[in-house]
Protein backbone atom coordinates (compact mmCIF):
# COMPACT_ATOMS: atom_id res chain seq x y z
CA UNK A 1 0.00 0.00 0.00
CA UNK A 2 1.26 3.48 -1.01
CA UNK A 3 1.80 5.38 2.59
CA UNK A 4 0.71 8.71 0.72
CA UNK A 5 -2.91 7.15 0.80
CA UNK A 6 -2.94 7.61 4.68
CA UNK A 7 -0.95 10.35 5.35
CA UNK A 8 -1.25 12.63 1.56
CA UNK A 9 1.09 15.47 3.62
CA UNK A 10 4.53 13.69 3.26
CA UNK A 11 5.92 16.22 6.74
CA UNK A 12 2.88 14.09 8.50
CA UNK A 13 3.56 11.12 7.11
CA UNK A 14 7.60 11.58 7.86
CA UNK A 15 6.26 11.42 11.60
CA UNK A 16 4.82 7.99 11.66
CA UNK A 17 7.55 4.31 10.84
CA UNK A 18 6.37 2.07 8.63
CA UNK A 19 5.89 -1.74 10.29
CA UNK A 20 6.99 -4.13 8.00
CA UNK A 21 4.17 -5.25 5.94
CA UNK A 22 2.06 -9.01 7.05
CA UNK A 23 1.28 -12.06 4.54
CA UNK A 24 -0.47 -14.26 5.80
CA UNK A 25 -1.66 -16.39 3.14
CA UNK A 26 -3.75 -14.01 1.24
CA UNK A 27 -4.11 -11.50 3.64
CA UNK A 28 -2.06 -8.53 3.89
CA UNK A 29 -1.67 -5.96 6.61
CA UNK A 30 0.02 -2.45 6.56
CA UNK A 31 0.68 -0.62 9.84
CA UNK A 32 1.73 2.97 10.73
CA UNK A 33 3.39 4.04 13.91
CA UNK A 34 3.83 7.14 15.39
CA UNK A 35 7.31 7.78 16.38
CA UNK A 36 7.79 8.87 20.04
CA UNK A 37 7.03 12.53 20.01
CA UNK A 38 7.97 14.99 23.33
CA UNK A 39 5.31 14.39 26.54
CA UNK A 40 5.05 10.31 25.04
CA UNK A 41 5.97 8.10 27.84
CA UNK A 42 7.40 4.95 26.29
CA UNK A 43 5.29 1.41 26.77
CA UNK A 44 2.04 3.80 27.49
CA UNK A 45 1.63 6.08 24.22
CA UNK A 46 0.73 5.30 20.97
CA UNK A 47 -0.57 5.36 17.85
CA UNK A 48 -0.91 2.95 14.90
CA UNK A 49 -2.98 2.62 12.26
CA UNK A 50 -3.58 -0.44 10.15
CA UNK A 51 -4.86 -1.27 6.80
CA UNK A 52 -5.80 -5.09 6.01
CA UNK A 53 -6.85 -6.00 2.63
CA UNK A 54 -8.49 -9.72 2.61
CA UNK A 55 -10.67 -11.30 -0.28
CA UNK A 56 -14.42 -11.13 0.76
CA UNK A 57 -14.99 -14.89 0.01
CA UNK A 58 -12.60 -15.71 3.23
CA UNK A 59 -13.56 -13.15 4.81
CA UNK A 60 -15.65 -14.04 8.26
CA UNK A 61 -18.61 -12.20 7.52
CA UNK A 62 -19.57 -9.03 5.10
CA UNK A 63 -18.61 -6.18 7.31
CA UNK A 64 -19.94 -3.95 4.54
CA UNK A 65 -19.43 -0.15 4.63
CA UNK A 66 -19.41 0.99 8.65
CA UNK A 67 -17.34 2.53 11.68
CA UNK A 68 -16.84 1.23 14.73
CA UNK A 69 -14.96 2.11 18.13
CA UNK A 70 -14.41 2.84 21.78
CA UNK A 71 -12.90 5.37 24.03
CA UNK A 72 -11.92 6.41 27.17
CA UNK A 73 -9.74 9.13 28.46
CA UNK A 74 -6.25 9.77 26.13
CA UNK A 75 -7.19 7.01 24.25
CA UNK A 76 -9.64 4.57 22.11
CA UNK A 77 -10.11 2.80 19.11
CA UNK A 78 -11.76 3.07 15.65
CA UNK A 79 -12.25 0.63 12.55
CA UNK A 80 -14.07 1.31 9.52
CA UNK A 81 -14.58 -1.34 6.52
CA UNK A 82 -15.16 -1.12 2.88
CA UNK A 83 -15.53 -3.03 -0.45
CA UNK A 84 -14.20 -3.21 -3.60
CA UNK A 85 -16.50 -1.90 -6.63
CA UNK A 86 -16.19 -5.50 -7.88
CA UNK A 87 -16.71 -7.35 -4.47
CA UNK A 88 -13.65 -9.29 -4.18
CA UNK A 89 -12.14 -7.51 -1.69
CA UNK A 90 -12.25 -6.64 2.01
CA UNK A 91 -10.71 -3.28 3.16
CA UNK A 92 -10.30 -2.40 6.72
CA UNK A 93 -8.94 0.01 8.90
CA UNK A 94 -8.24 0.31 12.42
CA UNK A 95 -6.58 3.22 14.56
CA UNK A 96 -5.67 2.49 17.89
CA UNK A 97 -4.22 5.67 20.32
CA UNK A 98 -3.38 6.54 23.55
CA UNK A 99 -1.84 9.69 23.92
CA UNK A 100 -1.08 12.58 26.17
CA UNK A 101 -3.02 15.49 25.67
CA UNK A 102 0.24 17.53 25.10
CA UNK A 103 0.97 15.67 21.20
CA UNK A 104 -1.35 16.20 18.45
CA UNK A 105 -1.96 14.16 15.71
CA UNK A 106 -3.82 14.98 12.24
CA UNK A 107 -7.21 13.58 11.77
CA UNK A 108 -7.86 10.30 10.36
CA UNK A 109 -10.74 9.11 9.40
CA UNK A 110 -10.75 5.11 9.02
CA UNK A 111 -13.98 5.34 6.74
CA UNK A 112 -12.47 7.53 4.19
CA UNK A 113 -9.25 5.85 4.72
CA UNK A 114 -10.73 2.56 3.60
CA UNK A 115 -12.81 4.51 0.84
CA UNK A 116 -9.71 5.72 -0.60
CA UNK A 117 -7.38 2.18 -0.47
CA UNK A 118 -10.67 0.44 -2.07
CA UNK A 119 -10.52 3.17 -5.15
CA UNK A 120 -7.21 2.78 -5.62
CA UNK A 121 -7.40 -1.02 -5.84
CA UNK A 122 -10.74 -0.55 -8.41
CA UNK A 123 -8.67 2.32 -10.21
CA UNK A 124 -5.61 -0.35 -11.20
CA UNK A 125 -5.25 -1.14 -14.51
Known sequence: MNK???FPDPDEGGRYDEVPPSREGVKRAYAYS????????????FHLITVTILPLQIAKYDAGTGLTGTAGPNGGFVSA????RDGAYEVAVSVG???????SVRELHPLELAAKVAA???ARP
Not at 34 to 45: A, F, S, T
Not at 81 to 84: G, L, S
Open 4 to 6: SLA
Open 120 to 122: AYD
Open 34 to 45: LRMQPGMVLNRH
Open 81 to 84: TATT
Open 97 to 103: ASLPNAV
